[in-house]
C-alpha cells in the first residue's frame, strides 16, 4: 500500500480540551455533548468522524459514478449519523448510519452506485467489521 496523505491533529485535555493540526487549519475546543451530561459548546469526536465519513462517501459515490459515465446531481447528499453505544460489558463502540441522497438516478441504480460507493470508501473500508454501518438510500 502506497501512503497518499497523513493528516496529524493533537488534543490535550480529551473530551473538554483542545485538538490542534499541525497546518493550523483545525484549531478549536472539544467538549462533551450535553447528551452526554457536558457542557455543549464546541465539537466533538463523533461530529468530527461523521464529517469526515460523510465527505469521504459522497466523493466516494462521486468517483464510482463517474466511472459510469453519471454525473450526480448537485443535490446529492450524505448524511453521516455517528452514535456513542455502551456495550453491557462498559465498553464503547460506534455505530453509523449515512442517509444518502442520490438525486437525477432511479432508486435501483442510486443502491447499487451507494453499494458501490461502501466498497472504495476509505472510511467504509477501515471500519468494516468494525463498526455497525447501516446505509440508508433515501427516496
Given at each position: 500500500m502506497k501512503r497518499m496523505y497523513t493528516a496529524e491533529v493533537t488534543a490535550t485535555?480529551?473530551?473538554?480540551?483542545?485538538i490542534k493540526s499541525t497546518d493550523g487549519i483545525l484549531d478549536m475546543p472539544v467538549r462533551l455533548p450535553e447528551g452526554l451530561g457536558g457542557?455543549?459548546?464546541?465539537?466533538?469526536?463523533e461530529q468530527l468522524f461523521a464529517a469526515g465519513y460523510a465527505a469521504c462517501f459522497?466523493?466516494?459515490l462521486m468517483l464510482v459514478a463517474?466511472?459510469?459515465?453519471?454525473?450526480?446531481d448537485e443535490n446529492s447528499t450524505v448524511t453521516a449519523q455517528v452514535g456513542l453505544d455502551q456495550f453491557e460489558d462498559?465498553?464503547?463502540?460506534l455505530a453509523v448510519q449515512l442517509d444518502v441522497k442520490v438525486d437525477g438516478v432511479d432508486k435501483a441504480?442510486?443502491?447499487e452506485l451507494v453499494a458501490q460507493a461502501h466498497e472504495v470508501c476509505p472510511y467504509s473500508v477501515g471500519t468494516r467489521g468494525n463498526i455497525d454501518v447501516k446505509l440508508n438510500v433515501l427516496d
Open positions: 485535555g480529551g473530551r473538554s480540551g483542545q457542557k455543549g459548546g464546541a465539537t466533538n469526536p459522497q466523493s466516494a463517474g466511472k459510469q459515465k453519471i454525473r450526480l462498559g465498553r464503547f463502540g441504480k442510486a443502491e
